[in-house]
């Protein structure tokens, strides 16, 4: 291409010679990665408990314009069924494309929706799910890829479905004339997922979260590297050391026992800035 430079390293393995591996490929690429190296795993321990945060968009319909596309998009959280239902909500916007590809409907239906978009605003019910053992990561040779196995639990479906009947009265309550859920699944006496009244919305009970018909969202991934001093339940110790090898570290939100409970950036942060300042301490640990 004009401006660029022929690349004068030949194609190939590259081997390296290194004292210490520091991983942070994220909650999906981290466990995939050290089962793909073959990294010894007894206890089958690692890529287990993989945690999503999964999020039931709801978008509300106004009469008048908008223009939630300027701005920021998610500036206000409510935490107020957090303790008692596990979830919280949070103000959701998103570009078209995105918006689109969320939203119930095919052809002149969903077309009927999109060309309002200025007059669109949404919100989100996100549930903090449990750790699953049997939710988890696992690198497919043949595929070259990790494979997601991840199922909704029968108590966090019902949360679910108290977090859609909650928004949809949120966005009827906020002046929106209709709340429109992210679902194809049938929802009792109503022809579409589509909402006008506060006595509808307690069809949102009627969810089953069937594959493929419901939208939810995720972008939170966590846990499947779990930080612990058992090797039998974790794959690192509490300095995020692989029990395979002191010398492979792993540091970001897969080593996180548990779901955090909320949009897990700052906790990345934090636990890549005390490492930073642990490891630099602790070098001769590592033989360095």
């Not at 690692?46 to 999964?54: D, E, K």
């Not at 499947?224 to 050391?241: F, I, L, Q, Y």
Request: proline letters at 6%; charged letters at 20%.
């Amino acid at each position: 291409m004009p401006g660029s430079e022929k690349n004068s390293v030949a194609p190939g393995a590259v081997a390296l010679a290194v004292k210490l591996v520091i991983i942070c490929a994220g909650a999906i690429a981290s466990p995939a990665l050290l089962q793909r190296s073959r990294v010894p795993d007894p206890n089958q321990v690692i890529g287990r408990g993989l945690v999503l945060h999964p999020t039931l968009p709801i978008a509300g319909i106004f009469d008048g314009p908008l223009s939630n596309y300027r701005g920021i998009t998610e500036a206000i959280y409510s935490d107020h069924y957090l303790a008692s239902g596990g979830l919280y909500f949070e103000s959701l916007f998103r570009h078209p494309v995105a918006t689109a590809a969320a939203l119930p409907g095919i052809g002149t239906e969903q077309f009927a929706i999109m060309s309002r978009y200025d007059k669109l605003a949404g919100c989100a019910a996100m549930l903090v799910d449990a750790s699953d053992p049997r939710n988890r990561v696992i690198w497919d040779d043949a595929r070259g890829a990790p494979t997601i196995i991840y199922r909704l639990s029968a108590q966090d479906k019902g949360r679910l479905r108290f977090g859609a009947q909650r928004g949809v009265e949120i966005m009827l309550a906020a002046g929106a004339k209709e709340a429109v859920l992210c679902t194809e699944e049938p929802l009792g006496s109503l022809p579409s997922a589509r909402f006008s009244t506060r006595q509808d919305a307690a069809l949102c009970e009627r969810l089953e979260f069937r594959p493929c018909e419901t939208t939810l969202l995720s972008s939170q991934c966590q846990s499947t590297m779990k930080m612990g001093e058992d090797p039998k339940r974790c794959a690192v110790n509490s300095r995020g050391e692989s029990y395979a090898s002191r010398n492979v570290i792993v540091c970001d939100a897969s080593v996180f026992p548990t779901s955090c409970g909320a949009s897990p950036m700052l906790a990345v942060m934090t636990l890549a800035r005390y490492q930073g300042k642990r490891i630099a301490n602790e070098l001769a640990r590592y033989g360095m």
